[in-house]
């Protein structure tokens, strides 16, 4: 069956950086577009960026956009969102998603990310 | 990117229907048929309900549906049942070529 795993979170001090990976199985990795989307403690979800299944295409929210970088190795069947300059309004809980809502669509357990001092 | 409009909380009764509606605008929601929806049960991931506005992923119930109406979305779940008590997400394809989500409803079976 799928599985997504997601792993790389932590506890990190504002402006610090951290780079979440995410891996792949029961899938064909390089058929599947990926995205990054969080979870704010209490709060809903939050989209934050899409990469092709080539990784040719790669768009991102306004929120991060210049502070953090989607990638993928296809050959490791693995995601990663690299994530500079964070802030305390970055806490969440990270989730990869594959081909996010179409019918091939699903979620990891997800990993928190807590930035604070 | 402002987010898509849901109301916070929604109720009914087992067995009864109810209709959660999301809204946007003709740049999201109106402008493509690529809305989906999310169920949430509390400190679990969500999961697909519905995708492309009313299809249904193998394994969903179909007491789950939906629909659009101009800029409007919305997810109607008939034949309440306990379980489907949980936060529920709508997102939309945007023309930005990013995805928004609505803020969330939290359904309460009473």
């Known amino acids: 069956q799928v599985q997504l795993v997601e792993s790389g979170g932590g506890l990190v001090k504002p402006g610090g950086s951290l780079r979440l990976s995410c891996a792949a199985s029961?899938?064909?990795?390089?058929?599947?577009?990926m995205s990054w989307i969080r979870q704010a403690p209490g709060k809903g979800l939050e989209w934050l960026s899409y990469?092709?299944?080539?990784?040719?295409?790669?768009y991102y929210a306004d929120s991060v956009k210049g502070r953090f970088t989607v990638s993928r190795d296809n050959a490791k069947n693995s995601l990663y969102l690299q994530m500079n300059s964070l802030r305390a309004e970055d806490t969440a809980v990270y989730y990869c998603?594959?081909?996010?809502?179409?019918?091939?669509?699903?979620w990891g357990q997800g990993t928190l990310v807590t930035v604070s001092s | 990117q402002s987010a898509l409009t849901q109301p916070a909380s929604v109720s009914g009764s087992p067995g009864q229907s109810i209709t959660i509606s999301c809204t946007g605008t003709?740049?999201?929601?109106?402008?493509?048929?690529?809305v989906s929806w999310h169920q949430q049960h509390p400190g679990k991931a969500p999961r697909l309900i519905i995708y492309?506005?009313?299809y249904r992923p193998s394994g969903v119930s179909n007491r789950f549906s939906g629909s659009k109406s101009g800029n409007t979305a919305s997810l109607t779940i008939s034949g309440l049942q306990a379980e489907d008590e949980a936060d529920y997400y709508c997102?939309?394809?945007?023309?930005?070529?990013?995805?928004?989500f609505g803020g969330g409803t939290k359904l309460t079976v009473l």
């Open positions: 998603v594959s081909s996010f809502s179409s019918i091939n669509d699903y």
């Open positions: 029961g899938i064909r990795f390089s058929d599947h577009y």
């Open positions: 990469i092709s299944g080539g990784g040719t295409t790669i």
């Open positions: 003709s740049s999201d929601v109106g402008g493509y048929n690529y």
């Open positions: 492309d506005v009313f």
């Open positions: 997102n939309s394809y945007a023309s930005t070529s990013t995805r928004i």
